[in-house]
């Protein structure tokens, strides 16, 4: 156990991380920030970075901090969801039967909405995760469910989380009803150099970790690797503490992740 080597208390570069233990980039206090004006002024906004960067974790973060006595928040992931499932899903979420046909399902689900708003005076946030792999479908129908009150008002906050693919789509002419309809538009980019050191740091930090256990050339390889992207910085780093724990050596240094960059990982 690498952990009771290194005298942790918590497994370091996993996603089980609290989210008040995150890495607070500014950039990731900056997205908290822009997703909170649009829910409260129930608008669209779409999220999007490379592979692994901290989306979903942002998201994650973003609904913790969100008073549910406020917001009724449904997350969907599965986003090769067609029309029909996509309302169902909304449905169910809301405790609620769906109906078997699309357009009593869409019907059902204004209801809902309604009800929500006008009985319960909550706000109704809609995430989508994995929304690049949505169909020209749907999102045509996200395109409706966002206009039924003739433009005048949305009746919920709906947030698009996806990989870049997903604004290289919303870019193309035929998806131009739907992107002309987005409000706030959020890109996390990847860590700089300085920023992996102190994502690095946050995380043995969150595992009570108090002396150094990286070198800077270690950190300069897992940048090299990482090129920034937290999931693979968390790969490489927890790889060299396994590699590092067995061999009994306390230093994490470029020779070791070097080493464990082109014999173990991908
Ligand atoms: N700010 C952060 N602080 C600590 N850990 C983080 C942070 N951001 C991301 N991570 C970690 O990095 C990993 C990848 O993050 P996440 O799953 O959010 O990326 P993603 O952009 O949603 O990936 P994908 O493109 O595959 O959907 C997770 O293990 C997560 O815990
Ligand atoms: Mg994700």
């Known amino acids: 156990m690498f952990e009771e080597f290194f005298d942790l208390t918590a497994t370091p570069f996993t996603n089980s991380i609290p989210s008040d233990k995150l890495y607070m980039s500014p950039i990731m206090r900056e997205t908290l920030g822009r997703l909170k004006f649009a829910v409260s002024h129930r608008m669209f906004a779409v999220v999007t970075s490379d592979v692994g960067c901290g989306k979903t974790t942002t998201i994650r973060k973003f609904t913790n901090d969100l008073d549910r006595k406020n917001y009724e928040i449904?997350?969907?992931?599965?986003?090769?969801?067609?029309?029909?499932?996509?309302?169902?899903g909304m449905l169910k979420q809301l405790g609620v039967e769906p109906k078997f046909y699309r357009d009593a399902a869409s019907r059902q689900l204004h209801?809902?909405?309604?009800?929500?708003?006008?009985?319960?005076?909550?706000?109704?946030v809609c995430i989508v995760d994995e929304a690049h792999l949505l169909s020209k479908e749907t999102f045509e129908e996200i395109r409706f469910l966002l206009n039924s009150k003739m433009d005048s008002e949305n009746p919920m906050s709906l947030i698009l989380v996806g990989q870049n693919e997903l604004w290289d789509k919303l870019k193309l002419q035929s998806y131009a009803a739907v992107r002309q309809r987005i409000d706030i538009k959020c890109e996390i980019p990847q860590y700089d150099r300085a920023e992996t050191a102190r994502y690095i740091e946050c995380h043995l930090k969150y595992a009570a970790c108090t002396r150094e256990i990286f070198t800077e050339?270690?950190?300069?390889?897992?940048?090299?690797?990482?090129?920034?992207?937290?999931?693979?910085?968390?790969?490489?780093?927890?790889?060299?503490?396994?590699?590092?724990?067995?061999?009994?050596?306390?230093?994490?240094d470029d020779y070791l992740v070097v080493e464990v960059i082109d014999g173990e990982l991908p």
């Open 217 to 252: 050339k270690a950190i300069d390889e897992i940048y090299r690797y990482s090129a920034g992207a937290a999931r693979a910085i968390n790969k490489v780093c927890l790889n060299s503490l396994i590699c590092a724990a067995q061999r009994k050596e306390k230093l994490v």
């Open 111 to 124: 209801r809902e909405l309604e009800i929500i708003r006008g009985v319960q005076h909550r706000d109704v």
């Open 74 to 88: 449904l997350y969907i992931a599965n986003s090769k969801l067609s029309p029909s499932w996509f309302y169902k």
